[in-house]
Nanobody, 117 residues
Framework: QVQLVESGGDLVQPGGSLRLSCATS????????MSWYRQAPGKQRELVAY???????TYVDSVKGRFTISRDNAKKAVYLQMNNLKPEDTADYYC???????????WGHGTQVTVSS
């Protein structure tokens, strides 16, 4: 059974930092593309960042230079370090796992990030 469990969401002031974590089980983690998506209230879900099995990374333009995605294959976990947070980063953040870009996507249940003063 595949499980993805996010944690680390919180209320933070603008300019603050958070580190999201996603623990996985039931997959050959080192083979998977791991991604973070987010969905803000009333908005479409968007891909924030992803990291390949070879640790190549890609980011949406709005988070470049502020967010860093990383993975720990030994712990079967993926992380999203978020710095200089802005109110527009407020959203539910979801971790996903996909063995290839055309394969089925496994989703976690999300963790809430609120950036507000």
């Amino acid at each position: 059974q595949v499980q993805l469990v996010e944690s680390g969401g919180d209320l933070v002031q603008p300019g603050g930092s958070l580190r999201l974590s996603c623990a996985t089980s039931g997959i050959a983690f080192n083979m998977y593309i791991m991604s973070w998506y987010r969905q803000a209230p009333g908005k479409q879900r968007e891909l924030v960042a992803y990291i390949t099995s070879g640790e190549g990374t890609t980011y949406v333009d709005s988070v470049k230079g502020r967010f860093t995605i990383s993975r720990d294959n030994a712990k079967k976990a993926v992380y999203l370090q978020m710095n200089n947070l802005k109110p527009e980063d407020t959203a539910d953040y979801y971790c996903t796992a996909q063995i290839s870009q055309v394969a089925h996507i496994y989703w976690g249940h999300g963790t809430q990030v609120t950036v507000s003063s």
